[in-house]
């Protein structure tokens, strides 16, 4: 039995541990990714690709790999039953919010192949068919059992899933509940009664129906609850091709493939443990509604990814990886409950929602059709749908109600010139109008200036102190920015 040594052990290398793997390798720091399977994922239920990871796999420089390989849903097209209602175009809704204005469709399994592919070009790689079955905490770190091997690390990150052997060896409770009713996901050819190049969103009485544009002529990904009616929990393809048909009017020549599942909302009870971390599924899982986990996840990995490389460094103390938890959790809490919301309002089978949805649906998709393009609602839709609109407390001691700063703690407004900067992956200091690089503090960081764009927010004549994963840190007049600065940094 060998004994390996790294500074990071990424348990899991699916699109969480296989981006988080990506970013610390780029950043220097000694990663090892082990995995119990052979390769990566062939089959998987993911496949939305939003806004904000597109933004993460540019600055990753795989950007445009993952737009040539994905296929570009360009509306969403709300309907009930058989009857679409038409497109509300997210190009015109999210335009000026990001370079990426749309939902790319690519399965999980294609989002694995890129990142693995550019992990080894960064000199990287997975140990695969090595499960991980035991973890330690030690006096210097964690120590696990890898296959058949011995590894030491300073610090363990399990991305491996809801049934994660890093969350149950931590004793980490995974709180919430699971749904009874059993979801059917299904890769159909040839599949008609859905409107064309855009996500249909198909509630009904009863159940509902999601429809996602696939690469290929007629090749869609269904994804719908079908309602056990025996009771045995046995549903079959033929079984969801007749109730589609029947309900929604979609039928198609044949299935590539089709499973079912139960759905859960859950979220941990502690991100950080010590030297252990959570991300990606181990840490919080809900329904597919709003095609927002993967995404989530690949964020989780962002976000720890520049925190881990700081205290690696030595430019961190260890109490930075506090704020991986103050800042991801809630945003999981507040996912896992708007998804069980929503959920919960669409499935449910007591009579008064039932007769909500029944008439209330066809009432108001129709004008949201026609209002959400140019109102200050479809803009702002797009931004939680796309998870632009995060926001971190940047105050460890402030609680989680009062207002929030309209740029401070979010992901830097996109002027349409400023995100080119972030490929640096380094903090750095912007500067919108009304100042100079003279005036910018001397941290031993890059400044950017930029044409003036106080339309997103950002303010002439204040500098803003921006973090590697393009979240704002802190801003200020130049009199004052070495000081606040330096605060933000932990200097």
């Not at 360009?74 to 190009?91: D, K």
């Not at 009771?231 to 029947?246: I, N, Q, T, V, Y």
């Not at 996109?414 to 100042?435: F, M």
């Amino acid at each position: 039995m060998a004994e390996l040594t790294c500074e990071v052990l990424v348990v899991g290398a699916g699109p969480t541990g296989l981006m988080l793997a990506n970013w610390l390798t780029r950043l220097g720091a000694q990663v090892m990714v082990a995995d119990g399977k052979d390769g990566p994922t062939a089959e998987s239920r993911a496949l939305v690709v939003q806004a904000r990871s597109l933004e993460i796999y540019d600055q990753l420089g795989i950007g445009d790999q993952v737009l040539e390989a994905a296929h570009r849903a360009e509306a969403l097209s709300p309907g009930f039953g058989a009857r679409s209602f038409g497109r509300i175009p997210l190009g015109r809704i999210g335009a000026r919010l990001t370079p990426y204005p749309f939902i790319e469709v690519l399965e999980q399994s294609r989002n694995e192949e890129i990142l693995y592919d550019n992990l080894r070009k960064l000199g990287g790689d997975v140990f695969w068919e090595s499960p991980v079955t035991a973890v330690v905490q030690t006096d210097d770190g964690v120590e696990a059992k890898v296959g058949n091997h011995t590894v030491r690390a300073r610090f363990c990150v399990g991305c491996d899933g809801a049934n994660s052997v890093v969350r149950k060896a931590r004793r980490i409770d995974f709180e919430g509940v699971t749904n009874p009713h059993r979801f059917f996901v299904l890769d159909a050819l040839g599949a008609r009664g859905l409107t064309p190049g855009a996500v249909n969103v198909r509630p009904e009485r009863t159940d509902f129906l999601l429809g996602f544009p696939m690469r290929g002529e007629g090749a869609w990904r269904l994804i719908g609850l079908v309602r056990d009616t025996n009771g045995d929990g046995d549903l079959d393809e033929e079984d969801a091709r007749e109730r589609m048909l029947r309900t929604y009017g979609v039928t198609y020549d044949r299935a590539r493939w089709f499973a079912t599942y139960r759905v859960h909302h859950r979220v941990a009870a502690a991100f950080r443990d010590g030297p252990f971390f959570l991300a990606g599924d181990a840490a919080h899982v809900h329904s597919p509604v709003g095609g927002q986990g993967m995404n989530t996840g690949l964020q989780d990995a962002h976000n720890l990814a520049f925190k881990l490389s700081d205290v690696l460094r030595g430019t961190r103390r260890d109490g930075w990886l506090d704020r991986y938890e103050a800042e991801r959790r809630p945003v999981a809490r507040k996912l896992v409950a708007t998804t069980d919301r929503v959920f919960n309002a669409i499935t449910s089978t007591r009579l008064p929602l039932r007769a909500l949805r029944r008439i209330l649906i066809p009432v108001i998709a129709p004008i949201a059709v026609r209002v959400l393009p140019t109102s200050s609602g479809g803009s702002r839709l797009f931004q939680y749908v796309s998870q632009i609109r995060i926001h971190y407390r940047l105050d460890p001691d402030a609680g989680p109600s009062g207002p929030r700063d309209p740029v401070l703690g979010r992901r830097l407004p996109w002027t349409g010139v400023n995100h080119a900067a972030l490929r640096a992956a380094c903090w750095q200091i912007h500067g919108y109008g009304e100042v100079t690089t003279a005036d910018a503090p001397d941290l031993g960081m890059p400044v950017h200036l930029f044409p003036p764009a106080p339309e997103t927010g950002l303010q002439p004549g204040l500098f803003y102190l921006v973090r590697p994963d393009g979240f704002v840190a802190a801003r200020a007049v130049p009199a004052e920015a070495d000081t606040l600065f330096r605060h933000a940094l932990g200097r």
